[in-house]
C-alpha cells in the first residue's frame, strides 16, 4: 500500500493536473506579499504569459495604471484577508498590452492557522460585459425615449398587470405623477382616476378588445378637457401595448375644418354643401311619403344696399336675414346660405302645396319687416322660387335647378313674391337652350349684323350719328328680333363675346363715315364687369382709326340698379377716354334720379312710351317737359326716343331736346342701305 505521503503528493500533483487543464479561467497562487508562486494553463492563455516569465513577479502587473494609482491590488489582499474573500470585476492587461474585462476572486490560503499567500482566480468575461453595456445602453436609450415621447405607452401582462410605463403615460390619463408602478393592476390604476367608476371602466376595455376594437377616444377632464386617443396592440401572451396620443388639437383643427366646410363663414348657417347631403336625405324620404319643399330665396335690392351702406353693413344684414330664416323654420327643417344674398330652405314632413304657400308667406312677410343695423333701418324684400319633392324631382341637383327655374319667374313677373315650379318653365328653359345653342351657332356662322338708326339733330333737322341696333337674320326663321335673343344671350354669358363683336363692327363701319358722324352702341352689365372691357375699347377705338368722341355707349337703368361699384368706375373710366355715356329709357326705372346725382352722364334718352302719348296725354307731356329740364340742369343732352310724327318732334323741340330718334326720320337698315342717306346728310350740313 502507498504511504500517507505518497497519497498526499498523488493528490496534489491530481489537483495540479485539474487546475491545469482548467482552461477557461486563471488560477494562480500568490504569496502573502502578492507575488505569483504558481500559473496554470488558464492562467496563460487569459493573459499571454508563460509560467516562467511570470513566476516570481507581483500581480500588479496585470492592473492598469489607474488601478496602481488607486492602490487597487493592495486593496484587494487586504479585503481578501480581513474578510475573507475579495470579488471584484474590472479591466485587466494582457503581455501585449490589450484589456479584457474580467471577473476577479480572491480569497486567502491558510496551513496550521497561518496565513500562507492568497489563491486568485480570474476569468475573462468581456463579452458578457459587453453584452451587459449594450444591453444597459439599449434600457438607457429606451428610457431616455420612453421619457421624451409625446405619446403615452404601457405595457400589461396577460393578468392585466401593469409591466412598464411612461411618464407620459400618467399625464395623458390624468393621474398623478408616480401613482401607476409596476406590479399594479388595471383596476388600481384606473381606481387612482376614476374611483368607483374603475369596475365598469375596466369591464369596458375588456369587452372592446373582445370585439376586435383596439381604440378609442378618451375626454379627460380638467382645467380644460383634452381628446386622447388610444390604441392597443395584442401580445401574443395575452398582455397588450397601449399607446396614448394627446389629439385635442388635431380634433380641435378637424372640427374647425368641418365647420369651414359645411358652414357659411360670415352667417355660421349651413352652406352649400352641408345643405346638399340634408337634402339628399329628405328627398329619399319624401320617396317614402314624407314630402319636403326645397325654396330657393333671393334678397332684392341687396346690392343697393351694400353700395349705399357699406360691406360691413352689408353683411350684418346677411347675417340678420339668416336668423330671420332659421327663427320661421320649425325642428327638421334648414336654412342655408349658398351665394352672395341667396338663400335656399328645406321644409320637410308636409302635406303638399298649401304647407309650403305658407312657409314662403311667412318668409315674404319677416323679411318685408325693418332690419335695425347699426344706426340704418333698412327695407328689403325678396322672391322665392319652390320645388316640391317627390313630384318635382327625386334627385337634388333636379329638384334645386326646378326652384332655380321658379325663381327666375318670380323675379321676372314680380320683383317680391313666390312661384311654384310648373312645367312649362322646362318648356322655356329647353327654348332658351335652343336659341342658345343657334346664337352660337350664329356667332360662327356671321348670322350676326349691324342696323342703324339715324339721330336726327332737332335745329337742322339732319342726321348726325347713328345707334347700332343688332340683328339676328337666322338662315330658317328670317330675321329675329332682339327681344328674342338678347335675353338669353345675358343669361348664358353670350352676351359679352356678342356685344364686343357689336362694338368692333360699328367702329369699323362707321371708319368711313364723315367725322362728325357719332355712333351709338349699347353696352350690357356683363360687358362693364368684364375686368379687360376698357383695353377692349382702347384696342377697338385704334383699330379702327376713329376717334373716342364720336363713340357714345348707352346703358340702361337696369344695368345699375344692383348698385355695383365696378360698373360705376367703368364708367368713369370711359368717359376719361372721352367716351360719350348715355341713360337709355330714361324714366322707367325705380332710382333715376339718384343715377343722376351718383353719375354724370352726357346725355339722357327719353322713353318711347313717354313720347307716344305726347299730342294726346297730359301728363306724358308733363314728364316729358320735367325730363327735358331735368337734362338740360345737369348739363346733359337729353334724346327723345320713338318719333313717329311731326307733332311729337315739335313737342320734343320745344320742350328743349336736343335731339331725336325715330321712324319718323329714319328707320333701322344695314349699312349697305346708308350710303344715299350719308351723302343727303353730308349735303344738308353744307347748306346749313
Not at 116 to 128: E, H, W
Not at 407 to 435: C, D, I, M, P, S
Not at 649 to 664: H, I, K, N, T
Not at 681 to 687: D, N, P, T, Y
Request: charged share 25%; glycine share 8%; net charge negative.
Amino acid at each position: 500500500m502507498p504511504s500517507t505521503q505518497q497519497l498526499e503528493q498523488s493528490a496534489e500533483h491530481r489537483s495540479k493536473l485539474l487546475i491545469d487543464s482548467v482552461a477557461g479561467c486563471a488560477y494562480y497562487m500568490l504569496d502573502t506579499d502578492g507575488i505569483v508562486t504558481s500559473w496554470n494553463t488558464g492562467a496563460q492563455r487569459a493573459k499571454g504569459y508563460a509560467a516562467d516569465e511570470i513566476i516570481g513577479r507581483h500581480f500588479s502587473t496585470f492592473y492598469s495604471s489607474e488601478d496602481l494609482v488607486t492602490g487597487e491590488p493592495a486593496r484587494a489582499l487586504q479585503t481578501a484577508l480581513a474578510k475573507g474573500r475579495y470579488e471584484t470585476e474590472g479591466w485587466r492587461l494582457r503581455k501585449d498590452g490589450t484589456r479584457f474585462w474580467a471577473s476577479v476572486i480572491v480569497e486567502p490560503v491558510h496551513e496550521a492557522d497561518q496565513h500562507i499567500g492568497f489563491v486568485k482566480v480570474t476569468r475573462d468575461i468581456t463579452r458578457d460585459h459587453q453584452a451587459e453595456e449594450q444591453l444597459a445602453h439599449t434600457n438607457k436609450i429606451l428610457d431616455l425615449a420612453l421619457s421624451n415621447m409625446s405619446q403615452g405607452i404601457a405595457l400589461f401582462d396577460s393578468t392585466e398587470t401593469l409591466i412598464l410605463a411612461n411618464e407620459q403615460y400618467s399625464k395623458l390619463t390624468g393621474i398623478p405623477p408616480g401613482a401607476a408602478r409596476p406590479g399594479m393592476k388595471l383596476q388600481e390604476i384606473l381606481q387612482i382616476g376614476l374611483g368607483a367608476e374603475a369596475e365598469n371602466r375596466c369591464k369596458w376595455i375588456r369587452e372592446r378588445r373582445a370585439s376586435g376594437q383596439t381604440s378609442e377616444f378618451l375626454t379627460i377632464k380638467g382645467e380644460t378637457d383634452r381628446t386622447v386617443a388610444v390604441s392597443e396592440q395584442l401580445l401574443p401572451d395575452g398582455g397588450w401595448v397601449a399607446t396614448f396620443e394627446d389629439v385635442t388639437e388635431r380634433k380641435n383643427a378637424e372640427q374647425t375644418l368641418e365647420r369651414i366646410a359645411h358652414y357659411d363663414a360670415l352667417t355660421g348657417i349651413p352652406n352649400r354643401a352641408l345643405f346638399r347631403e340634408f337634402l339628399k336625405k329628405a328627398i329619399g324620404q319624401s320617396k317614402r311619403g314624407n314630402k319636403c319643399a326645397l325654396f330657393s330665396i333671393d334678397i332684392n335690392r341687396f346690392r343697393s344696399v351694400k353700395n349705399v351702406y357699406g360691406h360691413r353693413v352689408g353683411d350684418e344684414l346677411l347675417k340678420a336675414v339668416a336668423r330671420r330664416l332659421q327663427n320661421s323654420t320649425r325642428d327638421g327643417d334648414m336654412v342655408a346660405r349658398v351665394g352672395g344674398d341667396e338663400f335656399v330652405l328645406l321644409q320637410t314632413g308636409i302635406a303638399g302645396a298649401k304647407d309650403a304657400e305658407a312657409m314662403a308667406i311667412r318668409v315674404l312677410e319677416v323679411l318685408r319687416l325693418p332690419f335695425q343695423i347699426e344706426t340704418h333701418e333698412i327695407l328689403i324684400d325678396s322672391s322665392i322660387g319652390i320645388a316640391l319633392a317627390p313630384q318635382d324631382g327625386v334627385e337634388a341637383d333636379e329638384l334645386n335647378r326646378k326652384a332655380d327655374l321658379a325663381l327666375y319667374r318670380a323675379k321676372k313677373a314680380n320683383r317680391a313674391g313666390y312661384n311654384f315650379f310648373e312645367q312649362k318653365l322646362e318648356v322655356h328653359l329647353e327654348t332658351q337652350r335652343t336659341v342658345e345653342q343657334d346664337l352660337r351657332q350664329a356667332l360662327r356662322r356671321d348670322e350676326l349684323e349691324l342696323f342703324y338708326q339715324g339721330l336726327i339733330d332737332v335745329k337742322s333737322e339732319s342726321i348726325v350719328g347713328y345707334e347700332a341696333l343688332l340683328r339676328w337674320r337666322h338662315p330658317l326663321r328670317g330675321m329675329v328680333s332682339p327681344a328674342e335673343f338678347i335675353p338669353t344671350a345675358e343669361e348664358s354669358g353670350l352676351i359679352v363675346e356678342i356685344g364686343n363683336w357689336a362694338l368692333h363692327t360699328a367702329l369699323r363701319q362707321a371708319a368711313s363715315w364723315p367725322d362728325y358722324v357719332k355712333i351709338a352702341v349699347n353696352l350690357s352689365p356683363a360687358q362693364l364687369r368684364n375686368e379687360s372691357f376698357i383695353q377692349f375699347v382702347k384696342d377697338a377705338l385704334s383699330c379702327a382709326g376713329v376717334k373716342p368722341n364720336r363713340l357714345e355707349f348707352e346703358i340702361t337703368e337696369s344695368t345699375l340698379m344692383d348698385g355695383d361699384d365696378g360698373i360705376m368706375s367703368t364708367l368713369g373710366q370711359l368717359q376719361t377716354l372721352g367716351v360719350r355715356i348715355a341713360l337709355d329709357d330714361f324714366g322707367t326705372g325705380f332710382s333715376s334720379l339718384s343715377y343722376l346725382r351718383n353719375f354724370q352722364f352726357d346725355r339722357l334718352k327719353i322713353d318711347r312710351s313717354f313720347v307716344q302719348d305726347l299730342a294726346s296725354n297730359e301728363p306724358s307731356r308733363v314728364l316729358t317737359r320735367a325730363i327735358a329740364g331735368l337734362g338740360a340742369s345737369f348739363g346733359m343732352a337729353v334724346t327723345g326716343e320713338g318719333v313717329e310724327s311731326r307733332a311729337q318732334f315739335d313737342y320734343l323741340r320745344a320742350m328743349g331736346c336736343s335731339e331725336v330718334q325715330g321712324f319718323y326720320f329714319s328707320r333701322p337698315k344695314p349699312v349697305s342701305d346708308m350710303k344715299e342717306e350719308l351723302r343727303n346728310c353730308f349735303v344738308q350740313r353744307c347748306v346749313v
